[in-house]
């Protein structure tokens, strides 16, 4: 297996096979969340090192590399593996441009995979058919069938488009959305966003749990911070449904708060709203109206408790 080690450094707009669309659209229903996703590249002017099986086939005319028959990229802790890379070249600003005979006066700053693409780092991974990875901004889109991603305690699921942010823990599902936690919680929405833990909410975390008592049962363990849903969002678990037009899942105290064409659910009584707060840790959920909706609730009596 042969090594090809090139550098990366200005940030150059996506715009391959549509994905930049899919990266456009998601201002609209993150706006509020814009400085999250879209921070600059805290690990500029970092090595990327290719790896490839079979066959390197460089086109001059497009100013690629087409890596065959296995390949792999490797910038830092981010890995992508995929039957077939494709790294587009562009040249090095002069400043930059160096004699060495491996990286010549031409820098990487896309690479494309293709089949069975799997990209990982220390802590999540994700699978798709066909990847784009922005070197510039440590950015990889997925597409393809059967795509997910996964964290320590989280899995996303995507129909369209799966979207990873790795310096600010960012997933973004999109179409038919999921995101299930390992304590059996169910996120499901047309778009998913979802934010992991940061390294000091983890010390955090760490640090308030040293004064607890170990029998604490209420505590719970994810890596997950929240998730925001646009579009049929629905937060289930055994004894609650929660279903609006948007809505945030706050891991922690396992809270919900559900906008627009709200229901409540818990066995046979249902509760209508256009907005609500559900506790998912007490079972306990406060209703609000808005300004002309009243709250509306069935309740059946004598249920059997769960």
Known sequence: ??????????????????????????????????????????????????????????DHNRQTVTL??????????????????????RPKPQSAQTTESDTGNMELYRVEAFGHVHIYNLVDQGWGDHGLYDVDKGVMLMTGKAMKFTSPRHL?????????????RVSIGWGDATVNTSDGKRITADIMQAFELTDAQKAANRASQKGQSANNSD????NLDR????????????RQTATG??????????????VGNVHVTQGQNQNNGSQAIVDFKTGVSHMLSGSSDPVQGLIVPNETKQ
Do not use: N
Not at 156 to 167: G, I, K, N, Q, S
């Open 1 to 58: 297996m042969m090594r090809f080690s090139v550098l990366s450094r200005s940030y150059t707009p996506l715009a391959v096979a549509g994905l930049t669309l899919a990266t456009s659209l998601l201002a609209a229903p993150c706006s509020a969340h814009a400085a999250d996703t879209v921070m600059p590249d805290q690990s500029h002017g970092q090595v990327v090192h290719l790896f490839w099986k079979k066959e390197e086939i460089y």
């Open 68 to 89: 065959t028959g296995g390949a792999r990229a490797q910038r830092g802790d981010m890995t992508v593996d995929a039957d077939t890379l494709v790294g587009y070249l």
């Open 156 to 168: 996303l699921t995507a129909r369209d488009l799966v979207e990873y942010y790795p310096h600010t």
């Open 219 to 222: 505590q719970q363990d994810t």
């Open 227 to 238: 998730a925001y849903g646009w579009g049929h969002v629905i937060v289930r678990t055994e």
């Open 245 to 258: 037009d948007r809505g945030v899942y706050l891991a922690g105290p396992q809270l919900a708060r559900m």
